[in-house]
């Protein structure tokens, strides 16, 4: 046990930084910044009640994403990744998929591009232990030693929105993949593994939520018994202190930090990744802790978003993980969630895109646009709503006659927009306030439409003794349409590309 924890002491390099008293440790991974502080910390319970997790309100986050290439707005290299939206879109789903079981929302509010100033020499922390060269990709590879310098950078260029979670993408990193800081807004994660699992993991840190497998290899780490009643129980303040993720040890390192004299661990720790988590997301392993107790793993240790576990596994947090998350919202030690936050309403407005409102119609690549992660139900409505009707606006709407259903899990952005003729439902804000909740009717005829017909009541009165017209594109649409009828009852249907059908009943006298 002893060597392994030598071991680690020399593979990790620490630094301390004088910002809101973090330390930061590039590991192979992730950098994690962690308040060093805890008496700054959240008020956390402790708590793994569902029932208390339910109290906790709606809240909403506006995000907005950075790409940051080089001088010349490239990539740099062949093999790197760029991100486009619907990558960025890809994330704020998985974001809200995870985070919505907690209360939890995100705005997406688009992506923006850093072009990068060349030649970078960063030497602002000297104990970092790492020669910095001039590098001409700038940020757009991103060394560990340049993380304060680039976010003043960033700040003091306009590459920074106060009022929303940023979130940096560069196309390469050195030494980690994603860096993030507890209690902040704000965090890096490296273009290829910016995807949905990785960006769940990175917004984690941001709550306040550690690795679960954290000092599991020193004498703070938690032991492996979850009975509160054990004289060994130390899960609610060792390791994660969340009481109802396990202890575990660091999948992706295992093999090394239990096979420390494998010269291809010291020479590459990440020779034999995961070794002990087979294809179907399952332990194989046989580990020790600090305590020489074995662990006891199960899947959803495994699967948890907040282990170094193999990427495709991850798809769940705990019940006190969501509570140590709200708990950390709900504390904003720094005040640094509070300016972030938005309304419910933002969440029922499109990302980008127009409405239609008269004259021709639009393209498609203006329409407006929803963001994915959210099932919608786009429910027929009434009224006059030429433009989509004020949040929490009174109007008639029929909740049996559905235009459209999209999921949350829907894969073709393009087809995420609002039928014209009906209001927005979106299912899991609903859950979240416990009442219905539609909004914004868009109830619009100005287009014209592409025929119908004009039924006239012979007797003057409703029955079935009627006239039936049809008319095509040039008689419906002709100015003197109504003029030109002569007088009595009539039933004016007209028939739009849509499906959609508008009735008027006019009496035309003399």
């Not at 985070?99 to 030649?119: H, Q, R, V, W």
């Not at 860096?179 to 593994?193: M, V």
């Not at 109007?395 to 999209?406: D, G, R, W």
Request: charged share 20%; proline share 6%; aromatic share 14%.
């Amino acid at each position: 046990m002893k060597n392994y924890v030598i071991y680690i002491a020399f593979a990790l390099a620490c630094f301390i930084s004088n910002a809101q008293e973090i330390f930061i440790c590039a590991e192979e991974e992730l950098i994690d910044y962690s308040n060093s502080n805890l008496s700054s910390a959240p008020n956390w319970s402790g708590s793994i009640d569902p029932a208390f997790l339910a109290t906790f309100e709606p809240v909403v986050f506006n995000v907005v994403f950075w790409k940051i290439t080089d001088e010349h707005g490239e990539i740099g290299f062949n093999w790197a990744t760029d991100i486009q939206e619907e990558d960025v879109l890809e994330s704020i789903a998985a974001m809200n998929i995870e985070y919505n079981k907690f209360n939890m929302f995100f705005k997406y509010k688009g992506l923006n591009e850093i072009k990068s100033p060349p030649n970078l020499a960063i030497r602002e922390f000297p104990n970092c232990n790492t020669a910095v060269a001039p590098d001409p990709h700038g940020y757009g590879v991103i060394d560990r030693c340049e993380i304060g310098e680039f976010y003043f950078f960033a700040e003091n260029n306009g590459y920074n929105d106060p009022n929303a979670f940023n979130i940096y993408i560069p196309y390469g990193t050195r030494q980690f993949a994603g860096a993030s800081r507890f209690n902040d807004t704000k965090f890096i994660i490296r273009a290829d593994i910016a995807s949905a699992g990785g960006m769940v993991h990175e917004m984690g840190h941001s709550f306040y939520l550690k690795h679960t497998f954290n000092n599991y290899n020193n004498a703070s780490c938690e032991r492996v018994t979850r009975d509160p009643n054990d004289i060994n129980f130390n899960a609610d303040t060792k390791g994660d202190q969340v009481v109802d993720t396990a202890a575990v040890p660091d999948f992706a390192k295992e093999y090394c930090y239990t096979n420390p004299l494998d010269i291809n661990c010291i020479d590459d720790p990440k020779y034999m990744s995961h070794v002990y988590i087979d294809d179907n997301c399952e332990y194989i392993g046989n580990s020790v802790n600090f305590y020489d107790e074995f662990f006891e793993i199960n899947p959803s240790d495994i699967q948890n978003y907040m282990a170094y576990t193999v990427a495709s596994c991850r798809n769940q947090f705990t019940i006190g993980q969501g509570i140590r998350a709200r708990e950390t919202i709900r504390d904003d030690t720094f005040n640094n969630f509070a300016p972030a936050m938005t309304t419910i309403s933002a969440l029922y407005e499109p990302y980008k895109g127009t409405y239609y409102f008269a004259g021709p119609q639009l393209p498609n690549s203006e329409k407006p646009l929803f963001q994915p992660g959210f099932d919608y139900k786009f429910i027929e409505c009434s009224g006059y709503y030429p433009q989509p009707a004020p949040y929490n606006e009174n109007f008639s709407y029929n909740p049996l006659n559905t235009i459209e259903t999209y999921d949350a899990y829907e894969q073709d952005y393009n087809i995420l927009t609002h039928p014209n003729h009906s209001a927005i439902q979106i299912l899991q804000v609903e859950e979240g306030l416990g009442h219905t909740n539609v909004q914004k009717c868009y109830n619009n005829f100005n287009l014209n439409p592409k025929g119908g017909t004009y039924t006239r009541f012979n007797d003057g009165v409703f029955n079935t003794n009627v006239t039936i017209t049809e008319m095509d594109s040039l008689q419906v649409n002709n100015p003197n349409m109504i003029n030109n009828l002569q007088p009595g009852l009539y039933n004016i249907e007209k028939e739009y590309d849509n499906g959609a059908k508008q009735q008027t009943v006019i009496i035309k006298e003399n």
